[in-house]
C-alpha cells in the first residue's frame, strides 16, 4: 500500500478545521495542517480522503497501531460496564490487574508500587513527590537537552528549547541541570561514536565535579534522566554511561527516576528504554504508549518509596477503567503480537536504510535512534555540524505533501515513531518519499 493524496494537503475540508482550530484552540505546537478522519494500523485517511503513512504514531502513542482490533473491543466492553469511579477513593479489578500487570513488566526483581495518572507531565509530577517524600531530599539532578513535561514541576527539569520556559519563571527549582553526553554534539567536542568510553568520563566527572563545588550530593533526592533523549533530538548516549551513572548514584543513596514516557512500551525495541543498559529504576514514569491512546500515564516506584500518609497525593481521573482497560488490552497485544520484536528488527532495517540516504543527502549530519525510535540530524555543514531547521522543517512539510506524517524534534532532526506494526515494505515507502523530500527541501 501507498499513500494516496489526492488535494493540496490541506484539501478544502482540513483547511475549513484548521481555519475554526485557530480561532477556538489555545495557540500549542501545531505542525502540520493534517485533519484526520480515522486511521487503522500506520495508515491515517483525512478528510478530504487523502492517506498518508503515519511516522508518528500520535507522538509516540499509538504503538500497537492505530483503532487495534483488540485494544478496541476491550474499551468496547469496558464502556458498556462503566466509564469512570475514581480509582484513587474506591476499588475495582481493573486498575489492581493493570497495576499489577506493569509492574510486572518493568524489568527488576522487586516489589513495586504504581500510581496511575492522565498524561506524562503528570507522571513526572507525581514522581517528583515521591522522590522528595521517601528521601526528604530536596534537590535533583537533570540533563541538558531533557524534555520531562511542561507543568511547574517538569518544566524545572525541560532543558530542551527555550520557548518551553520563557517567561515562566519560577518553575520547580532544585534542579541542576549537567551535560547530557551527546555523542554527535558536546560540550567538549568528543566524537562520542569514536571514543564512547571519554564521552562517559567527562559527563560523569562533570557530576562529581558539581558534588564538589556545587551540589551536596547528600542533598539530591534523584537523578532524572530519559533512557533515550526524546524531544531534545532523539539523542542516544554511550552504553556504559547509564549503568555507571546508576552506581554513582548508589553511592550517594540517590534514586535514579527514568521518564519512559516516550521510550517505553517497546518503541526503542525493548520493552522499556532502560533494559538496553541494564538498568532496573528506583522510579518509573510512563504515559504515551501505555494505553494505545487513550489519555494515562502512570509512575512505578519500589514499594518503600510508597507515600506514608493519605493524602499526600492523589487524583481524580488516575487509573480510570476505561484507560486500564485500554492499558491492559496493550500490553496483551505488545506481550503476545511480537510486536517489540518487530520494533527490533524493523527499526534496525529503517535505521540502515536511513543511514543509506545519509549517504546519499549530504545534508543529513547524523542518524541515530533504537528501534522504532529514530531521526535523522540536518545539518549546513558535514564538518561543522550547524544546525539545518529549515532543510528538517521543509522535510516534514515536502514529506507531507507526498502522504508521510512526520514531526520535527531538537534543532534540526526529523523524528520516525511509526506504529511498531510498520513492515519492511512500508518502511520502503517511506524512504522513496523521504528521499525525495530531502532533495527538494535542501536544494
Ligand atoms: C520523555 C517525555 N516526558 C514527558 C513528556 C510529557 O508528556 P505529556 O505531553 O503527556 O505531558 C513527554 C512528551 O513528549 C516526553 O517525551
Known amino acids: 500500500m501507498k499513500p ?63 483503532s487495534h482490533p483488540k485494544v478496541v473491543a476491550a474499551v468496547k466492553d469496558q464502556a458498556d460496564k462503566m466509564f469512570h469511579f475514581a480509582g484513587t477513593d474506591f476499588y475495582y479489578d481493573v486498575q489492581v490487574s493493570f497495576a499489577e500487570r506493569l509492574a510486572a513488566a518493568l524489568p527488576g526483581n522487586f516489589d513495586r508500587k504504581v500510581f496511575f495518572t492522565n ?6 509530577e507525581a514522581a517528583i513527590k515521591i522522590a522528595k517524600h521517601a528521601t526528604g531530599r530536596q534537590q535533583f539532578i537533570g540533563f541538558i537537552g531533557a524534555f520531562h513535561g511542561r507543568t511547574i514541576g517538569s518544566m524545572g527539569f525541560t532543558a530542551s528549547k527555550p520557548t518551553q520556559k520563557k517567561g515562566f519563571f519560577p518553575w520547580m527549582p532544585g534542579v541542576t541541570h549537567v551535560p547530557f553526553p551527546n555523542p554527535y554534539r558536546n560540550v567538549w567536542g568528543i566524537d562520542g561514536y569514536e571514543d564512547p568510553a571519554e564521552l562517559t568520563t567527562k559527563a560523569l566527572d562533570y557530576i562529581e565535579g558539581a558534588f564538589q563545588t556545587m551540589l551536596a550530593p547528600e542533598d539530591v533526592a534523584a537523578i532524572w534522566f530519559e533512557p533515550v533523549q526524546g524531544e531534545g533530538g532523539y539523542v542516544v548516549p554511550p552504553m ?22 516516550q521510550t517505553g512500551f517497546g518503541r526503542t525495541g525493548k520493552m522499556f528504554g532502560q533494559e538496553h543498559y541494564g538498568l532496573e529504576s528506583d ?12 489519555p494515562m500515564g502512570a509512575v ?18 488516575g487509573g480510570n477503567l476505561m484507560a486500564c482497560a485500554s492499558g491492559i488490552a496493550t500490553l496483551d497485544v505488545l506481550q503476545t ?13 529503517f535505521k540502515r536504510r536511513l543511514t543509506e540516504l545519509a549517504d546519499k543527502h549530504d545534508c543529513i549530519g547524523d542518524v541515530r535512534g533504537l528501534g522504532l525510535m529514530l531521526a535523522s540530524d540536518f545539518v549546513k555543514d558535514r564538518r561543522s555540524k550547524e544546525p539545518a531547521p529549515k532543510i528538517a522543517n521543509g522535510v516534514v512539510s515536502e514529506g507531507m505533501k507526498r502522504g508521510l506524517v512526520l514531526l520535527p524534534c531538537g534543532k534540526s532532526a526529523v523524528r520516525y515513531i511509526p506504529p511498531l506494526c510498520i513492515t519492511q515494505e512500508e518502511v520502503e515507502v517511506a524512504i522513496a518519499i523521504l528521499d525525495e523530500a530531502i532533495a527538494v527541501a535542501s536544494a
Open 4 to 66: 494516496t493524496i489526492n488535494t493540496p494537503v490541506p484539501g478544502p475540508n482540513a483547511a475549513k478545521i484548521v481555519e475554526r482550530d485557530t480561532a477556538a484552540l489555545m495557540t500549542s505546537t501545531k505542525t502540520s495542517p493534517i485533519a484526520a478522519k480515522s486511521a487503522r494500523g500506520v495508515w491515517v485517511e483525512d478528510v478530504d480522503g487523502n492517506t498518508f503513512l503515519d511516522l508518528t504514531a500520535g507522538i509516540g502513542v499509538v504503538n500497537v497501531g492505530h
Open 119 to 124: 498524561s506524562g507531565t503528570e507522571s513526572n
Open 240 to 261: 556504559d554511561f547509564y549503568p555507571k551513572l546508576a552506581r554513582l548514584a548508589a553511592d550517594h543513596g540517590i534514586l535514579m527516576a527514568a521518564d519512559e514516557v
Open 283 to 294: 522510579i518509573v514514569m510512563m504515559a504515551k504508549g501505555i494505553a494505545n491512546g487513550m
Open 300 to 317: 512505578a516506584a519500589r514499594a518503600e518509596l510508597d507515600f506514608t500518609r493519605m493524602g499526600a497525593h492523589s487524583n481524580t481521573y
Open 337 to 349: 503480537e511480537g510486536l517489540v520484536d518487530n520494533a527490533a528488527t524493523v527499526g534496525a532495517y
